[in-house]
């Protein structure tokens, strides 16, 4: 167990859906961030927040959303789902500050579009 | 443009020692980041490079050179456990001020007995 707890595990839903992750960071850190991995493209960054506060974003599509709460649980929102979208949704979450204190991983969301 | 690149397959003999480059072009570097990930499984964070030189750390050490755009990862006494991909990622600071984290497409690693 890293810590970062991720829920679902699974998610299988229809086209046009929308459907909500979860990641509880670990204990003490600040910092969250959400990556989409999928076999033809890998590992892509999709959004940081750091205590609140959006702090990087990457190729995230408009069609998603993320958002990052007082407790500092966050959410990522996706909607009028696609099949490309079938992806490993991972969190990881960090002190902040200096990456030298590392990034710890979630287990990840598996997200099956059909 | 941003650009990531590293060999897609190596093969090395357990006890052995493997190097995996990797280049990089960017244009507001901000750091080098290797991680390992093992089929099926969540990626893991092993290094932070962000000044040129050698990061040791027990059996893996990560080298940086910015004026080459070069980095490398050297795992020292192969073990059959190190059979992962290794992913080389790159931090990028805007002209805005903000970050993206831009991720090659990584290396398959196959330790052979």
Known sequence: DSGVTQTPKHLITATGQRVTLRCSPRSGDLSVYWYQQSLDQGLQFLIQYYNGEERAKGNILERFSAQQFPDLHSELNLSSLELGDSALYFCASSKGGRPHYGYTFGSGTRLTVV | ?113
Request: aromatic fraction near 14%.
């Open chain 2, 1 to 113: 443009g941003q650009n990531i690149d590293q060999p897609t397959e190596m093969t090395a003999t357990e006890g052995a020692i493997v190097q995996i480059n990797c280049t990089y072009q960017t244009s507001g570097f901000n750091g080098l980041f290797w991680y390992q990930q093992h089929a099926g499984e969540a990626p893991t964070f092993l290094s932070y490079n962000v000044l040129d030189g050698l990061e040791e750390k027990g059996r893996f050490s990560s080298f940086l050179s910015r004026s080459k755009g070069y980095s490398y990862l050297l795992l020292k006494e192969l073990q059959m456990k190190d059979s992962a991909s290794y992913l080389c990622a790159v931090r990028d600071q805007e002209s805005s001020g903000t970050y993206k984290y831009i991720f090659g497409t990584g290396t398959r690693l196959k330790v052979l007995a």
